[in-house]
């Protein structure tokens, strides 16, 4: 997977945006967040947050997750792209 690297919130955020389109099933990728016992904040249909390695993590419908707080972009590619693999 390939992605373009968005730094937000003053640079404590970082945000992995699929360069490939992805239109993710946000009712799916839920339930499996549940039943891997994390917890889940909000939902709606275009997004999920829910707390995953000790952050807040942000899935959007189109392919881009968001990790707060974190800093280093290796670190967000490897992450979204565990995520995106699993839900997508």
Known sequence: MKFSIARLCGGQALMAVSVDPMDIDMDAAAERIASEGLPIQSKDD?????QWNG???????????????????????????????KYQ
Do not use: H, N, W
């Open 46 to 50: 275009q997004m999920i947050v829910y």
């Open 55 to 85: 952050m807040e993590t942000t899935l959007y419908r189109p392919g881009k997750v968001m990790f707060f707080p974190l800093s280093d972009k290796a670190e967000c590619i490897r992450f979204a792209t565990e995520i995106l693999e």
